[in-house]
């Protein structure tokens, strides 16, 4: 069993920054590929980023390139990810939710395998 946990988020102003982490655990030797998805009331949960488990590709929603960027951390055997989330935009408002997959994450959640319990992040203008 696969645990995925998220942590931070929160309330911020416009043009503010936020970073929400996600620690997923339980497998021991397990390569997981980890991203974000997001969901805002009334749409469909969407991609933002993802990492590869080596850390060395990342890809990103059109919306958030070039203010937001994931990161990962292996030390340890734990598979930790990081979204840092910079000029924030009430736009931006949404549960973000955790991903991981047993191969790379693509722009739609067909490869997730594992979701996070999700983290509200609020963007107030």
């Known amino acids: 069993q696969v645990q995925v946990v998220e942590s931070g988020g929160g309330l911020v102003q416009a043009g503010g920054s936020l970073r929400v982490s996600c620690a997923a655990s339980g497998r021991t030797f397990s390569r997981f590929a980890m991203g974000w998805f997001r969901q805002a009331p009334g749409k469909d949960r969407e991609f933002v980023a993802a990492i590869t488990w080596s850390g060395g590709d990342t890809s990103y929603a059109d919306s958030v390139k070039g203010r937001y960027t994931i990161s990962r951390d292996n030390d340890n055997a734990k598979n930790t990810a990081y979204l840092q989330m910079n000029s924030l935009k009430p736009e931006d408002t949404a549960v973000y939710y955790c991903?991981?997959?047993?191969?790379?994450?693509?722009?739609?959640?067909?490869?997730?395998?594992?979701w996070g319990q999700g983290t509200q992040v609020t963007v107030s203008s």
């Open positions: 991903a991981v997959g047993y191969r790379r994450l693509g722009a739609t959640p067909i490869d997730v395998a594992y």
